[in-house]
């Protein structure tokens, strides 16, 4: 049995890896910084990362497109830098792929996003290679599950399910 692994920034972590523990063949998540400038990024210190989490999921339970399809759905992929009352590089939503078929399949959810209506306006989410993940400190893992009264700006949004895009037929 092998897993995959998904690198999603879409706002506070806290949130993010609250609802997205909970989904269908996630075997693992934790919360950290990617996408930036620092080495040993830490909570004071995390420079142009995202605050991101790390999914460890089963293919044969999930997909990475479902993944994106809920990271879509519980968070606003329109606000630039930023996510409910957190503002900053550090909350804009990114989508880290590990592999080529990771980076199609982020570039097509995006489109299906963009032509679904479901969000006010375009996505702006930032699609770019993985790069170094570092864990963040243990007081932010798992957040949520010990304060379930703590702050989050990431929401399961009802009757929310985005549609796949008609394609036009190739030409020969």
Known sequence: MRNDRAV?????????QDLI???????????????????NATYRNHGTHAEAIEITF??????????????????????????GN??????????????DDQRQVAEDTIADVDA??????????????????WEAEPEHQDYLERRPDGYTCHFVRPNWTLPV???APEVA
């Open 58 to 83: 089963d293919p044969a339970r999930t997909s990475f497109r479902r993944m994106l399809e809920f990271f879509f759905q519980i968070h606003d992929p329109t606000t630039p830098n930023r996510q």
């Open 165 to 167: 895009r008609i394609k």
């Open 8 to 16: 999603l920034a879409g706002g506070c972590f806290w949130g993010m």
């Open 116 to 133: 679904s209506g479901l969000w006010p306006g375009k996505v702006v989410t930032e699609v770019a290679p993985v790069g170094p993940f």
């Open 86 to 99: 957190d503002r900053g590089l550090g909350y804009r939503s990114a989508i880290f792929y590990v592999d």
């Open 21 to 39: 523990r909970r989904q269908e063949g996630v075997v693992a998540t934790r919360v950290g910084y990617s996408g930036g400038d620092v080495p």
